[in-house]
């Protein structure tokens, strides 16, 4: 993304808790070329904000109402692809970092020191650099060294499935899901079948759980 020296750096906030939309509004705003120029609460809004506003970065929660902070990134930069996302996130295991990467993020900041790295990242990756967190860059460089194994069951979910799977832990039931997807009652019933299939969980507590333990739902 080239840019012109001393231009404006326009940003979209995503999270779910209005309390960090506000205070992360205010901390880019404080910064000379950097406008926040929208904010919402969940992963739909997210895309259908970026395609309407066009900022030049992204900040985005991993765990979001509606559709989560990883398939909301993959789906805007399908559709713009120039578009630079810094995930902002509680979340700091190797799976989340890595699944958030692959989906095309461009920096990773842990909540935990937001304030005093979120700056940085914006500016890095609107430079063309990456930005991870440095407890992050530890566990990145761990891992390729021990040649660990990074895959997560959650990637051989559709996006479908994850919709149906994040909808049904929300406690959507099979109808509700039909209807705010467009797909009749079997259908959702079979997409279920296929996640729990997938996940190697046996019912839907065991679902609700593994969606608890990997950060896919909002607490």
Do not use: W
């Amino acid at each position: 993304m080239d840019r012109e020296t001393g231009s404006t750096i326009t940003i979209i906030v995503v999270d779910d808790h209005g309390i960090v939309r506000d205070g992360l509004s205010a901390l880019l705003d404080g910064h000379f070329h950097m406008k926040v120029i929208g904010s919402v609460a969940n992963g739909k809004d997210a895309i259908l904000a970026t395609e309407r506003l066009k900022p030049d970065v992204v900040v985005m929660d991993l765990v979001l109402p509606e559709l989560s902070g990883i398939d909301a990134t993959a789906r805007i930069l399908a559709a713009l692809p120039l578009t630079r996302i810094v995930i902002l996130s509680a979340c700091a295991t190797s799976e989340h970092v890595f699944r958030a990467l692959r989906a095309g993020a461009r920096g990773y900041v842990l909540k935990e020191c937001a304030s005093a790295e979120l700056v940085q990242a914006v500016l890095a990756v609107v430079a063309g650099e990456r930005y991870l967190s440095r407890r992050i860059v530890g566990f990145v460089i761990d891992s390729l060294l021990g040649d660990a194994e990074c895959a997560s069951p959650i990637e051989s979910l559709s996006p479908r499935e994850r919709e149906v799977m994040h909808l049904t832990v929300s406690g959507a039931s099979s109808a509700e899901i039909g209807e705010k997807l467009s797909l009749s009652r079997k259908t959702v019933d079979t997409y279920r079948s296929r996640v729990m299939e997938k996940l190697g969980v046996p019912d839907l507590a065991g679902l609700i759980r593994f969606a608890v333990a990997h950060a896919m739902t909002p607490v």
